[in-house]
C-alpha cells in the first residue's frame, strides 16, 4: 500500500502564490517520479509537472516559468511552488507516484486524493 497526503491547496487571488505538497508513505520499493497533475469538470486529468528520481523534470507549456516543482527523496515529498497564479489554474491538483512496492511487483501509477486550488480575480 502507498498513501500520498497532499496539503496546500486554496483559494488565491490572481497573481498570488500557493504551495503544495505531497508526502508518500507506505510500502513504497523504489519510486521512478512524482509529480502533480490536474483536472476540471467535464475535462481529462492533465500533467502540469513532473521530477524523476533523478532530478529531471517536466512542465506543462503554460506553467512554465511560473510553477516549479521539487523533490525531498529523503522524505518521499514533493512539492509544487505556483507563482503568478492565473484563473486558468483553477482545477483540482492531485499528487502522483510512479513507482513499485516491490522488487517482484511492476510499475504503477499511485494517487493522492485531490486538493481543490482556486484563483479568483
Known amino acids: 500500500q502507498v498513501q500520498l497526503v497532499e496539503s496546500g491547496g486554496g483559494l488565491v487571488q490572481a497573481g498570488g502564490s500557493l504551495r503544495l505538497s505531497c508526502a508518500a508513505s507506505g510500502s513504497i520499493f523504489r519510486i521512478d517520479a512524482m509529480g502533480w497533475y490536474r483536472q476540471t469538470p467535464g475535462k481529462q486529468r492533465e500533467l502540469v509537472a513532473d521530477i524523476t528520481n533523478g532530478g529531471s523534470t517536466n512542465y506543462k507549456d503554460s506553467v512554465k516559468g511560473r510553477f516549479t516543482i521539487s523533490r525531498d527523496n529523503a522524505k518521499n515529498t514533493v512539492y509544487l511552488q505556483m507563482n503568478s497564479l492565473k484563473l486558468e489554474d483553477t482545477a483540482v491538483y492531485y499528487c502522483?507516484?510512479?513507482?513499485?512496492?516491490?522488487?517482484?511487483?511492476?510499475?504503477?501509477?499511485?494517487w493522492g486524493q485531490g486538493t481543490q486550488v482556486s484563483v479568483s480575480s
Open positions: 502522483n507516484l510512479k513507482g513499485r512496492t516491490s522488487i517482484l511487483r511492476a510499475t504503477m501509477n499511485y
